[in-house]
């Protein structure tokens, strides 16, 4: 076994290592103010932050599209993809183009797109944005939230998309 120093660090030494931490993938959605229409971003850094109040957080890269027009929206979706999900997630994951062409989804109390087919989802407004090297860390209050769908969970781990085997 090797072992790195930080002086040994890099990108892509770092991306290898904590590649091995398995993940859940979860979408954050919303409406575009400015034009009426859902857009959205798939992530996999999400987590509970506290239970009172509830907070749940997520990072985003600063070189996200898509980042800035989920900011403008007074509530976002965070939808915890199923592994039938794993299409919808790569749509949402590219950079342009319509993210919704073809991705069906109802609303939450507040409008935001919540997708059909996944496990649950959590209506949240954003309380801060916290910068931290080349990602804000996003802390959102949760205002609605409901379980939405029996199955299995998208998981990532090692740069691929996968299955929880129980």
Same mark, same amino acid.
């Given at each position: ?11 892509? #030494?770092? #991306?290898? /290592? ?7 993938? $979860? !979408? ?26 509830? =907070? $749940? !957080? ?7 599209? %898509? @980042?800035?027009?989920? +900011? #403008? !929206?007074?509530?976002?979706? /965070? ?6 999900? %794993?299409? /919808?997630? +790569? ?13 069906? @989804? ?7 797109? /919540? =997708? ?14 916290? +910068? ?22 998208? $998981?990532?781990?090692?740069? #691929?998309?996968? +299955?929880?085997?129980?």
């Amino acid at each position: 076994m090797t072992t790195a120093s930080v002086s040994d660090l890099n990108a892509r #030494r770092l #991306r290898d /290592v904590l590649g091995h931490f398995a993940t859940g993938v $979860v !979408a954050i959605t919303a409406i575009d103010p400015a034009t009426g229409l859902p857009t959205g971003l798939a992530a996999n850094s999400f987590t509970s932050v506290s239970l009172d109040p509830p =907070l $749940v !957080a997520f990072c985003v890269a600063h070189t996200s599209s %898509t @980042w800035p027009l989920l +900011r #403008r !929206a007074a509530h976002l979706c /965070v939808n915890v993809l199923s592994e039938p999900q %794993t299409a /919808v997630c +790569r749509q949402l994951a590219v950079k342009g183009g319509d993210k919704f062409a073809g991705v069906a @989804w109802g609303a939450s109390p507040s409008g935001t797109p /919540v =997708l059909d087919g996944a496990l649950a989802w959590l209506e949240v407004s954003v309380e801060a944005e916290h +910068r931290a090297g080349d990602h804000d860390i996003v802390v959102a209050r949760v205002n609605h939230l409901d379980i939405h769908h029996d199955g299995e969970p998208l $998981v990532f781990y090692q740069g #691929r998309y996968g +299955r929880f085997e129980g």
